[in-house]
């Protein structure tokens, strides 16, 4: 067996990945069997010390992933706006969002053109990926593989696929399907699937603690939390089937479904039932809805974490029924951390607050738009404003004055740190301007990219928590990887999502179809000494 290993050239200023293949074992290639099954898992929202915070309750599948293989506490989604749909992106694809083109949720993977199968809601599709990922290259080599992908959120489920029109599943309206892009039907296990209703069967149940309320040393209410309403333990579903339908997102429940839906879908579609690798995608999203809704630093979000381990668990013990553990390689990270509220960052007597430049998109483009009589697409996302820079030098606009002077008023903004127009970002090395640059794709139309202070979220709403900055509790992520032939380390030093595909790739001995930014991880493929 070869082991591939990265070569760096550069190329005037640049910096171009390549690979090359090395006469060194692979401990996984070369102590086991090909892995009939890759099983990737998302934690929406994720942050890495939930690990450390709760790893005295965690006694499941959370657990082992962190004991039992190379854990990485230090992973980065090494760019500027750290949402789910960017985040997402990078995992499979060994690149970041200004290469995949998904540089925000709001330019993720909406598309009227795609409409939803069977039920009512925005269509979908990965019309804006641009590239490969992981499956793409699995294709390449054995166009044979079977794969899966399922979450509770069409960009979880879509973009770590990428562009193939393979089984891709999510939430809605209380159920599972798919859109226009993917197939024309649900297959028939899909629909068997939906007719159990096994959201509807929660209808009046509680969410209560898990474990002895002394096991949990967050406070039960915080009163600017969701305006003061169902703020304590035990939360009650709804039994109204619209309300419920809605809540059930809330709730831990939620990625206890996906899991099964991805359970019940791994059996029908035979996944690790062959001599190849198969893959299985899952990215669970309800750690993000109720960190959003009750914080990081919540007796909720203590509770979802330890009951998020038990349900992973319990999956993986049920695939090891159908699939071997000694024949799966398992992967866990997250799309993107989550900043704490400002509520609770002022109680410790941290700066902190909520900004956001919405306001300064709003007034520019209404001016411009008064003078020329035409609309120029000022928008504002996670600090980076948008507009059509093309149509506005057109009508003899300077852009690089109009940017500047964007930047002067920006900077005023209690909270906001740096900002960057274009000029200025393509001279910057600082770090955050680096992760502007891994973010924004080279034919994007802006004027400003901004960062906050740490503490501050961009977003004005109260009682909400939010992700979205270059801050640390933003960027920083849990990546860890189980399997045969993979040794159990804890390696401190800082490693990216976009190393994730490689890695992978190089396991499977296989190639990626395109360059790619990551690097495979040594100490996921070298033998331990």
């Known amino acids: 067996m070869k082991m591939m290993i990265w070569r760096i050239a550069?190329?005037?200023?640049?910096?171009?990945?390549?690979?090359?293949?090395?006469?060194?074992?692979?401990?996984?290639?070369?102590?086991?069997?090909?892995?009939?099954?890759?099983?990737?898992?998302?934690?929406?929202?994720?942050?890495?010390?939930?690990?450390?915070?709760?790893?005295?309750?965690?006694?499941?599948?959370?657990?082992?992933?962190?004991?039992?293989?190379?854990?990485?506490?230090?992973?980065?989604?090494?760019?500027?706006?750290?949402?789910?749909?960017?985040?997402?992106?990078?995992?499979?694809?060994?690149?970041?969002?200004?290469?995949?083109?998904?540089?925000?949720?709001?330019?993720?993977?909406?598309?009227?053109?795609?409409?939803l199968l069977a039920y009512a809601g925005p269509g979908a599709s990965p019309h804006r990926f641009r590239g490969t990922t992981l499956f793409d290259w699995m294709m390449a080599a054995d166009p044979g593989t079977r794969v899966l992908s399922v979450s509770m959120k069409d960009r979880g489920a879509i973009l770590p696929i990428g562009r193939a029109k393979v089984p891709v599943y999510w939430y809605a309206d209380g159920r599972f399907t798919t859109s226009r892009y993917y197939a024309d039907s649900l297959p028939?296990?899909?629909?068997?699937?939906?007719?159990?209703?096994?959201?509807?069967?929660?209808a009046g149940s509680e969410w209560d603690l898990l474990l002895p309320a002394s096991s949990y040393t967050e406070p039960d209410s915080q009163p600017w939390l969701r305006g003061g309403r169902n703020t304590t333990f035990p939360h009650?579903?709804?039994?109204?089937?619209?309300?419920?339908?809605?809540?059930?997102?809330?709730?831990?429940?939620?990625?206890?479904?996906?899991?099964?839906?991805a359970l019940a879908g791994a059996r029908e579609l035979e996944l690790g039932q062959r001599d190849g690798t198969d893959l299985l995608v899952i990215?669970?999203?309800?750690?993000?809805?109720?960190?959003?809704?009750?914080?990081?630093?919540?007796?909720?979000?203590?509770?979802?974490?330890?009951?998020?381990?038990?349900?992973?668990?319990?999956?993986?013990?049920?695939?090891?029924?159908?699939?071997?553990?000694?024949?799966?390689?398992?992967?866990?990270?997250?799309?993107?951390?989550?900043?704490?509220?400002?509520?609770?960052?002022?109680?410790?007597?941290?700066?902190?607050?909520?900004?956001t430049l919405s306001g300064l998109a709003r007034s520019a483009g209404?001016?411009?738009?008064?003078?020329?009589?035409?609309?120029?697409?000022?928008?504002?996302?996670?600090?980076?404003?948008?507009?059509?820079?093309?149509?506005?030098?057109?009508?003899?606009?300077?852009?690089?004055?109009?940017?500047?002077?964007?930047?002067?008023?920006?900077?005023?903004?209690?909270?906001?740190?740096?900002?960057?127009?274009?000029?200025?970002?393509?001279?910057?090395?600082?770090?955050?301007?680096?992760?502007?640059?891994?973010?924004i794709a080279p034919d994007a139309e802006w004027l400003i990219a901004a960062t906050v202070d740490p503490g501050y979220i961009w977003i004005t709403i109260p009682g909400v928590a939010m992700h979205g900055t270059t801050n640390p509790d933003d960027v920083v992520v849990p990546i860890a990887f189980v399997g045969p032939g993979i040794g159990i380390r804890h390696p401190d030093r800082t490693v990216r999502t976009i190393d994730i595909a490689p890695t992978l790739a190089a396991l499977l001995g296989i190639r990626p179809t395109e360059v790619v930014e990551g690097v495979p991880l040594r100490e996921v493929l070298v033998p331990q000494p």
């Open 10 to 115: 550069r190329i005037g200023s640049g910096v171009v990945f390549g690979l090359l293949l090395l006469s060194t074992p692979v401990r996984g290639q070369e102590m086991s069997p090909r892995p009939r099954l890759v099983v990737f898992l998302a934690v929406d929202q994720l942050r890495s010390d939930y690990f450390t915070r709760f790893d005295s309750d965690l006694t499941g599948g959370l657990a082992r992933l962190h004991s039992d293989g190379v854990f990485y506490l230090n992973g980065e989604q090494d760019h500027a706006i750290t949402e789910t749909a960017p985040g997402h992106s990078t995992m499979l694809s060994g690149r970041s969002p200004a290469s995949t083109n998904i540089m925000a949720n709001t330019r993720g993977v909406e598309d009227a053109k795609s409409p």
């Open 188 to 202: 028939p296990w899909v629909r068997t699937y939906n007719a159990r209703q096994g959201v509807f069967q929660a």
């Open 236 to 261: 009650r579903l709804p039994t109204d089937t619209s309300a419920l339908k809605v809540f059930y997102r809330l709730s831990p429940l939620l990625d206890s479904l996906t899991l099964d839906f």
């Open 283 to 355: 990215s669970l999203s309800a750690t993000d809805v109720i960190g959003h809704s009750f914080g990081p630093d919540s007796r909720e979000i203590h509770d979802q974490i330890v009951r998020l381990d038990r349900y992973v668990g319990r999956f993986l013990d049920s695939l090891a029924r159908f699939v071997p553990a000694d024949r799966t390689v398992i992967v866990l990270t997250a799309d993107h951390g989550v900043m704490s509220l400002p509520e609770v960052s002022a109680l410790a007597g941290k700066p902190a607050g909520r900004v």
């Open 366 to 439: 209404a001016e411009l738009e008064h003078r020329f009589q035409t609309p120029f697409g000022f928008t504002h996302d996670n600090g980076l404003l948008f507009a059509n820079t093309e149509a506005l030098v057109s009508r003899g606009v300077n852009v690089d004055s109009l940017a500047e002077a964007l930047r002067q008023q920006a900077l005023g903004f209690p909270g906001v740190d740096r900002v960057y127009t274009p000029r200025r970002l393509a001279l910057s090395t600082e770090l955050a301007a680096m992760r502007w640059k891994r973010t």
